[in-house]
Structure formats: structure tokens, C-alpha cells
């Protein structure tokens, strides 16, 4: 067989298409979702990050809990919240628990996706217990799965170069597994674009190919191109291409040949790869629907973190323009719940004062 690594382009995105194909026929899913970044305050100060503010800065704000239950409830009509922040040493352990028991209260049907491995580390050092405990205490909150982001590149030199103080590439397999074996799924994602190599690429998919061999939690792999506008990795990376214009075809470049290149080795493990709309644009994840990717993403309503580093693509989506962009790419589109279920019925989701129809209920 020959090495995908070196196939042409053309070549490889025709094997990486007949795979998606055969996996998934013509049918691209999307979430009908949330975000609701609950505090700024960060003190890990990520080079590549554009929304965590220092505490004590500027900007360095963190939301009551009343305030994310409120601002949830302007779209009572989603399946899922993602719930992410920065590492506020200043936030109990107490508020991540209760935000989960307040939004589990007032939005039952709701699926709340939360707390990034980092954050689930953050939890760990404040509370002295093992990420073992502290999963099997989320899930009891009411966390149903976790993002499975802070994962960047999963090599620890990599890792030192961008994003210094974030937790080592195997707490984050352990955090993962851990949230796995006590039934939390999460989705696996790679910050790709900036000083890694494909060397490095290679690396972190052996490492998601072991952690998905061992536990099956995986939902989805999820590639996130870096946005260099507004943060300091993107300043110094600027500088040494040769001017933004040419970090960003480098970035395009990347993201061509990297969407492929998953679908064909993690795609037997993790048959769904999802497109980002907020990294690479409605246009650039319509194409990307022709590079082996199967999932649109979601809605997100509230995007933020992106935005904060200078992105350019919006933050939010409704169901009609994601539709319609899978349309376009000539492809069926279909609604799903976070964990790949079928949506029974869309209008039985949401606040206890929706009026559910009659049986209808969501696969999760
Ligand atoms: S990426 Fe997350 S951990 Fe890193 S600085 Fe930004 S908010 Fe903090």
C-alpha cells in the first residue's frame, strides 16, 4: 500500500472521499448547540490564544452562574451546551459543580457538554482529588460528555513551544481515558497551522488511534486550523513567513492535506470527522465536506474564543444556513444529538416550559 503521508493530493482526497462515502453515503450531521464560555480570567496564557485574559487585566471577567443559566435561556431550542472557560484560580471547585446542577435544573433536556480536559486538571489541583474522582463527580452533576480540546499537538515539545504551562500530552490521555471509562464520551480535536510538523501530526493521531483503541470514547475528530490575527504565536509566526497573507495559504495549505489525511487514519476508529465553520469559513467548510469530513458542527449561537483572536467567520449559524451550505456541497443534511443519535423529534428539546409532543424524545 502505498504511504499516504507522500500520496498527491488529488489521489488521496479521491481515497479519503470513497471512505466518507463508505462509511456515511451522503448524509453530512450537525448539532443544534450552544457555547457558553463562562470566564475570561486565565492565568495558563497560551501563545496562540487571543481570549483568556490574565486575572487582574483588563477583560479578566468571570460570569455568575445566574448570568450562564440567563444567557442559555435565549435558545431554549438546543440540544447541546458547551460549556468552556479559562483557568481562573480564583473559581471555586463548588461553581463548577453547581453551574452544572443550575443548568441541569432549569433545562433538563439539555445536554451539557463541559469542562476541557485542562479544566477538569484545574479541578483536580484545587481539589486535591484524582481525575478519576472528579469525572465520576462531574457526571453525577449532570456532565454528559466532554470537549475533548487542550489537546493542540500531543507532543510534549510542541506542547512547551505554544501553550508552556498547559498540562502535559499524557495527563491529557489520562483525563481523557478516565472521562471515558466512567461514561463521559468526548470528542478529540488537533490545533494544527503553526509550528508543528507532519511529524508531529503523525504523533498525535498514534496517540488518538491508542486512546481510541482502548476505550472507544471518541465521538468525533475535529481539526481546528490556528487563527494567527490576534494573539502572539500568530505575531511571531507572521513575521517569520514572510507576512500574514503567507501564514495564511500555509495554514490553507495544512488544512488541505491534513482533513484527508484523518479520514484515512482515524477514520476505521473514528468514523466522524467534523468541519469547523468558525476556523475555515462557511465557504471553506462547505468544501471541506470534499476532503473526507462528514459533520458540519453546530450552531454555537455564542462563539467567542475564536472571535477573540481575531476570526473572522461569525458566531453563529442557524440550522437553515448549515443546511443549506450541506446542500450546496450537494449532500444530505441531517440533524443529530451530540452523541451521533438521531434528533426524533427537534421540537421536545430544550427548557421544562417547552411543550414536548407526544413521544417525542431525543436519542443521546
Ligand atoms: S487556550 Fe485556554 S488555557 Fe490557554 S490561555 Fe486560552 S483560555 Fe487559557
Not at 483588563?58 to 440540544?79: H, N
Not at 479559562?86 to 453551574?99: K, R, S, T, V
Not at 433545562?107 to 480536559?117: G, Q
Not at 494544527?192 to 472507544?216: A, K, N, P, S, Y
Amino acid at each position: 500500500m502505498k504511504d499516504l503521508w507522500k500520496m498527491p493530493l488529488v489521489e488521496l482526497t479521491e481515497r479519503a472521499n470513497e471512505a466518507t462515502r463508505r462509511i456515511h453515503g451522503e448524509v453530512v450531521t450537525y448539532v443544534v448547540n450552544r457555547n457558553a464560555n463562562f470566564t475570561r480570567v486565565c492565568q495558563v496564557g497560551c501563545a496562540f490564544c487571543g481570549f483568556g485574559r490574565r486575572p487582574g487585566t483588563r477583560g479578566a471577567t468571570s460570569d455568575t452562574i445566574d448570568e450562564v443559566v440567563k444567557r442559555v435561556g435565549k435558545t431554549p431550542w438546543v440540544s447541546e451546551v458547551c460549556l468552556q472557560g479559562g483557568i481562573d484560580p480564583d473559581l471555586e471547585p463548588a461553581y463548577y459543580f453547581d453551574l452544572i446542577r443550575a443548568l441541569r435544573e432549569a433545562y433538563p433536556r439539555i445536554h451539557l457538554h463541559a469542562f476541557s480536559p485542562m479544566e477538569i486538571d484545574s479541578l483536580c489541583e484545587k481539589t486535591g482529588q484524582e481525575p478519576e474522582e472528579v469525572v465520576v463527580r462531574l457526571r453525577a452533576a449532570g456532565v454528559g460528555s466532554i470537549p475533548g480540546t487542550a489537546a493542540e499537538i500531543l507532543v510534549d515539545r510542541v506542547r512547551r513551544k505554544i501553550s508552556r504551562n498547559k498540562l502535559p500530552a499524557d495527563r491529557w490521555v489520562r483525563i481523557v481515558k478516565a472521562a471515558h471509562r466512567a461514561g463521559l464520551r468526548s470528542s478529540a480535536t488537533i490545533l494544527f497551522g503553526h509550528v508543528e510538523t507532519w511529524e508531529d501530526i503523525r504523533g498525535h493521531f498514534e496517540v488518538l488511534r491508542r486512546v481510541q483503541g482502548e476505550t472507544g470514547g471518541f465521538t468525533e475528530f475535529v481539526p481546528l486550523a490556528f487563527v494567527p490575527y490576534e494573539n502572539r504565536l500568530g505575531r511571531i509566526l507572521s513575521r517569520r513567513n514572510g507576512g500574514m497573507d503567507r501564514l495564511e495559504e500555509r495554514i490553507r495549505r495544512r488544512a488541505r492535506r491534513l482533513y484527508p489525511l484523518a479520514r484515512l487514519m482515524l477514520g476505521d476508529l473514528i468514523p466522524n470527522l467534523q468541519t469547523s465553520w468558525v476556523k475555515l469559513g462557511v465557504g471553506g467548510a462547505t468544501a471541506s465536506l470534499g476532503w473526507g469530513c462528514n459533520d458540519f458542527g453546530g450552531t454555537l449561537y455564542e462563539e467567542s474564543i475564536t472571535r477573540s483572536s481575531g476570526g473572522r467567520h461569525g458566531e453563529r449559524l442557524d440550522p437553515d444556513q448549515i443546511e443549506a451550505a450541506i446542500r450546496n456541497a450537494g449532500r444530505i443534511p441531517r440533524r443529530r444529538t451530540t452523541l451521533y443519535g438521531d434528533v426524533k423529534n427537534p421540537f421536545s428539546l430544550g427548557k421544562k416550559s417547552c411543550q414536548p409532543s407526544a413521544g417525542g424524545h431525543v436519542a443521546l
